[in-house]
């Protein structure tokens, strides 16, 4: 039987030769929180702190079933799910024997009804992709056309942040108190700078790891490190905490990753547009020390031949 298959692209970062200044960080565990103490220097030069607590088993249950991509297990799944609903409703006028497991799973049908036949050839063929689609929600990853028209499987850093924001709705008040003005501009430097100082963490084979580096939000700050898809969630969870109706598209190029904010640019900043509407970019990954607008060079030229997949970031109707 023939599986879907997909090119499994994983979003990397290079690391940039101008590094951010985490001054300082520290963790305390209690029975039932995590205390994170956070310093750094920010795009101005300016120290800068942040301290919360979280709880722990927010920290240790949240996403902990999260695994890399295995094609041969989504693969496997499929052929029981499908096995599973061919046996338990029999086809009138066609013959279907299930031969071999694994890898050498087929499935052998017969009938003298033609019409019928091609029918199961649809009915399988629709039930191969709405089983892949299952099986990929469950575990936290998604399907996409990159920008190169490859079919890609990553994880979905969409929900990895949507699920994450309840968990650090704890940081608004802490965050807008530590600022000196609540301006949008001044609230996401702010954001960009703490995350940008987080360690950045480079991964052996990442193209090869599918999905094994990425780290969830709360497991960025409790190891203090991410790499960039990791930090652009990250950063969008904790925009959407501070700033519950704004738009964001989480924005994947070759080897980086970046996040757009939809927010009145200024001066020949670089935008994307989506839907009529103009999103301002930004740099969440570091080690260098950016605003919002400010782009390396390599993602500008990414951006501008149109070379990126951008995924929206809106808020939830409930919210």
């Not at 297990?73 to 052929?79: E, M, P, T, V, W």
């Not at 991964?203 to 599918?210: C, G, I, N, Q, Y």
């Amino acid at each position: 039987m023939k599986f879907l298959g997909a090119v499994v692209i994983l979003i990397l970062c290079l690391p940039i030769v101008t590094r951010a200044k985490q001054l300082d960080f520290n963790k305390q565990t209690t029975d039932e929180y995590v205390q994170f103490n956070y310093q750094w220097l920010d795009q101005a030069q300016q120290p800068q702190s942040l301290s919360f607590a979280l709880e722990k088993v927010k920290i240790f249950d949240r996403f902990r079933n999260f695994k890399s991509y295995k094609a041969i297990h989504a693969k496997k799944y499929i052929d029981q799910k499908i096995r599973q609903k061919l046996t338990q409703n029999p086809i009138d006028n066609v013959k279907v024997k299930f031969i071999g497991r694994d890898d050498n799973f087929q499935i052998e049908l017969k009938s003298k009804n033609q019409s019928a036949l091609d029918q199961v050839y649809q009915t399988i063929a629709q039930l191969e992709k709405d089983f892949m689609q299952e099986h990929l929600a469950s575990n936290f990853y998604t399907q996409f056309v990159s920008y190169d028209n490859n079919l890609a499987i990553k994880p979905d850093h969409v929900r990895f942040a949507q699920t994450s924001v309840t968990d650090l709705s704890v940081l608004k008040n802490l965050i807008l108190d530590n600022v000196s003005d609540k301006n949008v501009r001044i609230v996401s430097d702010y954001v960009l700078g703490f995350v940008q100082s987080i360690p950045y963490s480079t991964l052996e084979s990442r193209v090869t790891s599918t999905g094994a580096g990425f780290n969830p939000p709360l497991q960025i700050l409790w190891q203090n490190q991410g790499d960039c898809d990791s930090k652009v969630t990250l950063t969008a969870a904790i925009f959407r905490a501070l700033m519950p109706r704004m738009k964001m598209l989480l924005v994947f190029i070759d080897n980086h990753a970046l996040l757009a904010i939809n927010t009145p640019s200024k001066g020949g900043e670089l935008t994307i547009t989506r839907d009529g509407l103009d999103y301002i970019l930004a740099e969440p990954t570091g080690p260098a020390m950016m605003r919002v607008g400010e782009l390396s060079a390599s993602s500008e030229f990414a951006i501008r031949n149109g070379r990126y997949y951008a995924e929206a970031f809106f808020a939830e109707p409930s919210d």
